[in-house]
């Protein structure tokens, strides 16, 4: 069984700068793929970034990137330039990679307020 | 791309009646969709996966016979709760899967049973 642990419930970050948020897992399958999910205040989970593992470059998507560090099994986010509307839940994912759909285990989350 | 919409998006009811809670994926198919339940300041909690034309799986602990998965169509699943009771109430969120390799989210529904 996988195991998914975010170690901070909450950070809080100033408008402009960089946070980075940590994920740890646990599994012995070689195959997979990571996310991080961000949830507002709205409650919609919404996907931020997607990383396969048998890429070992990092995934990127405008002001968010991660450090995938697969043999330390480390999965961090770092937000570039926040912004008031990254204030949420950011949950670290991990799913099997198997060719069919798989499960998705979840991480206790992380608060983010954004602060101006 | 990759839209997921669930209805409703609230609902109030009495005890003992039954709800039901649709996810639809707008622009792509879905032979699985997942149905997830989530307290207050926790994590989401995988209630049952749900496969186009078969019979859902569901985790440990959660009666099949009182949240019926029913997955009719590559666009379409549908939750119902069935004689709903106060400890019910929550928040279920469902999820798609696109090309077995990302789920996408919709934006929940908030329930409530009196």
């Known amino acids: 069984a996988q195991t998914v642990t975010q170690s901070q419930p909450e950070m809080s970050v100033q408008e402009a700068e960089t946070v980075t948020l940590s994920c740890t897992y646990d599994?012995?399958?070689?195959?997979?793929?990571l996310f991080w999910y961000k949830q507002p205040p709205s409650r919609q989970m919404i996907l931020v970034i997607r990383?396969?593992?048998?890429?070992?470059q990092n995934a990127t998507e405008n002001r968010f990137s991660v450090n995938f560090q697969k043999a330390a099994k480390s999965f961090s986010l770092k937000i570039s330039d926040s912004q008031l509307g990254d204030t949420a839940m950011y949950f670290c994912?991990?799913?099997?990679?198997?060719?069919?759909?798989?499960?998705?285990?979840f991480g206790t989350g992380t608060r983010l307020q954004v602060t101006l | 791309g990759a839209v997921v919409s669930q209805h409703p998006s609230w609902v109030i009811c009495k005890s003992g009646t039954s709800v039901k809670i649709e996810c639809r994926s707008l622009?792509?198919?879905?032979?699985?969709m997942f149905w997830y339940r989530q307290f207050p300041k926790q994590s989401l909690m995988l209630m049952a996966t749900?496969?186009?034309?078969?019979?859902?799986?569901?985790e440990q602990g959660v009666e099949k016979d009182k949240f019926l998965i029913n997955h009719a169509s590559l666009t379409l699943s549908t939750l119902t709760v069935t004689s709903a009771h106060p400890e019910d109430s929550s928040f279920y969120i469902c999820?798609?899967?696109?090309?077995?390799?990302?789920?996408?989210f919709g934006p929940g529904t908030r329930l409530l049973v009196l």
């Open positions: 999820s798609a899967d696109r090309f077995q390799e990302t789920q996408y």
């Open positions: 599994t012995s399958e070689s195959n997979y793929y």
């Open positions: 990383q396969e593992a048998y890429k070992q």
């Open positions: 994912a991990f799913m099997k990679r198997t060719g069919t759909a798989s499960k998705l285990t």
């Open positions: 622009d792509f198919q879905a032979t699985t």
């Open positions: 749900s496969n186009e034309g078969s019979k859902a799986t569901y």
